[in-house]
């Protein structure tokens, strides 16, 4: 958007450019707040020009204004309420993921992150019949894990296999620690900075963009994962739910989301989740609290059973050792 | 910057710029003592950590403002800046079913007719939306409400982009801060800007709610300055948000309003239901 070129905007050819530069303005916010009488006699452009040309760049470049009658009628046609699938969570969050969105699951190693949002990939993708896109940057996701899900819902094998028509409505990204904690710390700010762009793109992937915006400005691998999709760029709108890990803060020595400050004000939702006070054994029950929320007063709990999903019962310890019929052992691609 | 416009204003225009802005001295009584009640020209800045209820205030302002005068508003018009996807409008229109006597559609719809949105997603994107605000302004002489939410969406990639030099990093927030200060002069508005609370607090060891009731200035540690000069010089009044975090009180929040010229403190209470902000 910054500097000057010819055909930036209808009407600015490359004589215009040249004069322009050699008046010293290059860029458009200074042609912009320039005083353009004296633009006028230093470039020897004529003011009419110059006026209709801040006139020109100002409507493309700056922020449309919406009538909020006319906003709110688009989003009461646009946005959906996910259930995810889990009844205790959907009391928690007003009756599901709301598209538009960035929900946040944050909690201890084993807490059950992982466990929550397969469950919700499949109950979007087979209750609900529409696309979810999980990114994986954890391991946590195995093709046998979900089939369990799914058997767990319908026996029958075509019905699991299917391929939904449904339009994109969910993107998971488990974890959003893994991938940005790496950049964080020390002095360097451009990891600050790279995490508040990811935030933005995430948002505003939420809230319906081309994904060609994304693809032009990352070169993660977690975010290449979305140009490989196809047919995604009638994303629409969707909702985004992501994991983080918890951290000790330094001053008080409680334990707290990770990522910091600066991450914290990105999720509209967030829930906690805990291992059951005072239950000694790792049991399947979790206590999930919600921490943030834009509609419900924080502070609600409600309990979680994991061993309620898919066969078997969750044993032992937690990073997915889960029981598995010898099928599927060597499955993992 | 203004002159191109001022040369084409005509006398209307010029009338509704300086005379058709109505007061918003009543905008919200339990928040601006009489002598203290947001005059034309102010700027105020809503600063505190997530959660704290920032948001949720500015729904409550923006809601008194756009409500019909029969049903305890303003009537007047409100344009909001989003720049971090931030606006729950869903959230927004809970809250004026809430206070509207027959919520229908047709009122809602109303009401939010008088709001005007517009995201932001740069800092130079904000700069030039604040230059074309000049025109929208003149043609809607009804706009007395401006709000910036949040100022410091954009702080972390300004100074991932600025190089080394502190000047030019600072650079797009200090002509937005000149622009906002002189579009709410010229054009007589009020305006509510949030920012967030980013920066590590000093570690305190007396830290604690207690402290803060029997020493108010303490409520100034949480607040750690790391906006441009530009900025924080046209700021007339500061306003801290903070959560309670003891259990007995709920879901309290507080919120500390001082005036920075005559270092005025005062304290508020209040809680967050599906109407919104209700003082205590």
Redesign the interface.
């Known amino acids: 958007m910054g500097v000057l070129r010819a055909g930036l905007c209808p009407g600015l050819t490359q004589d215009m450019v040249q004069l322009l530069k050699s008046g010293g303005i290059k860029t458009v916010v200074e042609l912009v707040s320039a005083d353009l009488e004296e633009v006028a006699q230093k470039c020897g452009l004529s003011y009419k020009a110059l006026v209709a040309l801040r006139r020109v760049l100002l409507a493309q470049f700056s922020a449309f204004p919406f009538n909020g009658a006319d906003l709110y009628e688009e989003l009461k046609t646009t946005t959906a309420i996910l259930s995810t699938g889990i009844g205790s969570l959907d009391k928690l969050l007003d009756a599901g993921l709301y598209t538009g969105e960035v929900t946040e699951i944050v909690g201890a190693p084993g807490s059950g992150k992982t466990q929550v949002c397969l469950c919700v990939a499949a109950n979007v993708a087979h209750g609900l019949q529409q696309n979810v896109l999980y990114i994986d940057s954890n391991g946590g996701l195995t093709a046998s894990r979900i089939l369990q899900l799914l058997q767990a819902r319908t026996l029958d094998e075509e019905e699991q296999v299917r391929s939904s028509s449904g339009t994109l409505k969910v993107v998971v990204v488990d974890s959003v620690a893994a991938v940005v904690a790496p950049l964080l710390g020390g002095q360097q700010r451009e990891g600050l900075a790279l995490m508040v762009q990811l935030a933005r793109e995430l948002k505003t992937l939420a809230r319906d963009l081309s994904v060609a915006v994304l693809v032009r400005k990352w070169a993660w691998s977690a975010m290449l994962a979305f140009s490989l999709v196809p047919g995604l760029h009638q994303v629409g709108r969707c909702s985004f739910q992501v994991t983080n890990h918890m951290t000790r803060d330094r001053d008080s020595g409680q334990l707290k989301p990770a990522l910091g400050r600066s991450w914290s004000f990105v999720p509209s939702t967030r829930l906690l989740l805990d291992s059951t006070q005072g239950s000694g054994s790792l049991g399947s029950r979790r206590v999930a609290c919600l921490t943030k929320s834009p509609r419900l007063p924080t502070g609600c709990q409600e309990t979680v059973d994991l061993g309620s999903w898919g066969t078997p019962a969750f044993q032992g310890d937690h990073k997915g050792h889960w029981e598995q019929s010898p099928v599927f052992q060597g499955d993992h691609t | 910057?203004c002159?191109?416009f001022h040369r084409a204003e005509s006398g209307t225009e010029l009338l509704a710029r300086l005379e058709g802005r109505s007061s918003l001295k009543e905008i919200e009584p339990h928040l601006f003592a009489d002598e203290e009640s947001p005059v034309h020209g102010d700027i105020l800045e809503f600063h505190g950590?997530?959660?704290t209820g920032k948001?949720e205030m500015l729904y409550h302002l923006t809601a008194r403002c756009?409500l019909p005068k029969s049903e305890g508003g303003l009537e007047v018009e409100v344009?909001f800046?989003d720049t971090?996807?931030?606006f729950?409008?869903?959230?927004l229109?809970?809250v004026l079913e809430h206070r509207l006597s027959q919520s229908s559609e047709e009122a809602?719809?109303?009401?939010?007719?008088?709001?005007?949105?517009?995201?932001?997603?740069?800092s130079?994107?904000l700069?030039?939306?604040l230059?074309?605000l000049q025109t929208?302004l003149c043609s809607h002489p009804s706009v007395c409400l401006l709000i910036l939410d949040s100022l410091s969406?954009f702080y972390?990639?300004d100074?991932?982009?600025g190089g080394e030099s502190v000047n030019l990093q600072e650079s797009?927030l200090k002509?937005c801060a000149h622009l906002l200060e002189k579009l709410v002069n010229e054009y007589r508005l009020v305006l509510f800007a949030t920012t967030?609370?980013?920066?590590?607090?000093a570690?305190n060891p007396e830290e604690g709610p207690s402290c803060a009731f029997n020493r108010p200035s303490d409520v100034d540690v949480d607040y750690r300055p790391y906006l441009c000069k530009a900025w924080q010089q046209v700021v007339k009044r500061r306003i801290l948000f903070s959560k309670q975090n003891d259990s007995k009180a709920g879901?309290q929040f507080s919120l500390v309003s001082r005036h920075l010229k005559s270092n005025n403190l005062k304290k508020h209470f209040f809680t967050?239901g599906e109407s919104g902000v209700e003082f205590c």
Request: contains cysteine.
């Open positions: 910057m002159s191109d950590a997530e959660g948001t756009i344009v800046i971090d996807y931030h729950d409008m869903l959230r229109v809970t809602v719809r109303h009401c939010l007719g008088r709001l005007f949105l517009l995201y932001c997603g740069g130079t994107q700069l030039l939306t230059c074309s929208m969406a972390w990639i100074r991932a982009n797009t002509k967030q609370s980013i920066m590590q607090k570690s879901n967050i």
